[in-house]
Structure formats: C-alpha cells, structure tokens
C-alpha cells in the first residue's frame, strides 16, 4: 500500500509561490495498477517523482510499504562523473542487492559494453535510457512507475525491453502517467485524476479517462 497524507508541494517561480498538490490525500492498494491523469501543469510528474522519493513533498508525509521503482528510464539519478558501472554499483547497494549480480544483468542487458567503463555525461540520452532501463529489470520492485512509456533503442532491443517488462509486470504493480488513452485502458483497472492540487481516485480508469477528456474540452 501506498499513502499520501496531505501532501503538498509548492515551488517558487520569479518569487510567487505555485501550489502543484494542495493537501492532497489518496491510498493505492497492492494488487491493482493505476493511471495518472490531469491537464498540463496539473502535476502529474512531480506526483511522480514524490512516489519515487526523488523529491520530497513541502508538506505532508508519503507512506511506502513496498518496495517502489524510479520511473522507468529516468537517468536523472546516476552521478555524470561516475563511471556506468560504478553507478550501477553503488545503486544496487543502496537497495540491498548483490552489486556483481546486478552488474552482470545490466552489462548483459544494456549492451553497452565498453561504455559502461566511461562517465555518465558522455552518454547519449539513448545510451543513458538503456542503462536506467536494464537498472530497473535488474532490481525486483513490487511497484513500477511509468512517466510516458517510450521506446528504448532500436526495434530489436525496444522488443526485448518489452519482453523482460512483461515478465516482471506479472509480479508487481504500475503506476503510470501516459497521453494514450488506450495505453491507460489496457494496463490500468483505476485511474487518478489530479485537478486544482487535489488527487482524486476513480475505481474505474473508463471514469477517470471521461473526466480527463471533459477538463481538455
């Protein structure tokens, strides 16, 4: 289960305050997958990233009982003048994982052979996907967080990125933000929608989309 209790999140803009969540307050269960809904700027990212612990609410407190991913893909976590492997490491103790373990899946996985050796700035944003990616297939999560899934490489490794996903999805929860209304209906049962700060949670992610598609009316 996962909980928001009166979560709010202000930043600062030319010295004005913008209220992204206003108190918000929701519980996801365990066992059901849900989408992420709101017009532009209503804070479905930084949502996101308050789920995953990589930015912290200005108020309020998260409650995490499982173990929850970074969004799939997200590079913005590695250090730029950390090697490949040394992020790769360092990011598998952090969650209590074999490190050779895990850098053999991700090595195997990533195919990014001697790059793995060099500084994460020199990445491309393809090759820095590819490593976020095969970190997140490396480390078993019971909940994975999705902010518009896109394809990683080329049609022969997006193939094999979607065939390790499938498998992991069998055992652990999504959470996702997508603009594809039938990405939403074919991988999500519950939807939120995110309106004026608040978070509101429909059991039916056909009511949620309906609501989203009149506040874009």
Known sequence: MIRFENVTKIYRANGAPRIVLDR?????????????????????????????????????????????????????????KMTGRD?????????????????????????LGSYLEQPIYTYSSGMGARLA????????????LIDELTSVGDARFSKRCDEVF??????????????SMEQLREWCTQGIVLLNGRAIVYEDINDAIEVYRRLNA
């Open 24 to 80: 918000a307050s929701f519980t996801l269960k365990q066992g059901i997958c849900y989408g992420i809904l709101g017009i532009n700027g209503a804070g479905k990212s930084t949502t996101m990233r308050i789920l995953a612990g990589t930015e912290e609410p200005t108020k309020g407190k998260v409650y995490r009982g499982r173990r929850v991913s970074w969004p799939l893909g997200f590079a913005g976590g590695f250090h730029p």
């Open 87 to 111: 992020n790769v490491m360092f990011v598998a103790r952090i969650y209590g994982e074999d490190p050779r373990k895990v850098l053999d899946f991700v090595e195997d996985f990533s195919e």
């Open 133 to 144: 990616f095969g970190m997140s297939m490396a480390i078993p999560f019971e909940t994975y």
């Open 166 to 179: 499938s498998a992991r999805r069998k055992n652990a929860d999504i959470i996702m933000i997508s603009h």
